[in-house]
Nanobody, 114 residues
């Protein structure tokens, strides 16, 4: 399974970004799809995930600001981020699980700075 992220970049505090993760297989084969992030010197942490049934779940730090969704056409999962803060700066990774296997994308940098 290949996961390819896109959409990162530099944004000012309070701004918005849209991340996309394209999977090489139909996303309905996966138990869930999620977004993780890793800031410098910190452990990788879950940001949001969406289950096969379409139910989303979010880390407390992003509730009300981030929205995860999926696009059946193109096998993509989208992370819409708004009201971005400096503490959202990190490398964001797409992740999925299929059975006992976990797959990761290469990561995309998100920098929130004025």
């Amino acid at each position: 399974v290949q996961l390819v992220e896109s959409g990162g970049g530099l944004v000012q505090p309070g701004g918005s970004l849209r991340l996309s993760c394209a999977a090489s297989e139909t996303i309905f084969r996966f138990d869930h799809m999620g977004w993780y992030r890793q800031a410098p010197g910190k452990q990788r942490e879950l940001v949001a995930l969406i289950t096969r049934d379409g139910n989303p779940d979010y880390a407390a730090a992003v509730v009300g600001r981030f929205t995860i969704s999926r696009k059946d056409v193109g096998n993509s999962v989208i992370l819409e981020m708004s009201d971005l803060k400096s503490e959202d700066t990190a490398v964001y990774y797409c992740q999925t699980v299929q059975g006992r296997f976990t797959y990761w994308g290469q990561g995309v940098q998100v920098t929130v700075s004025s």
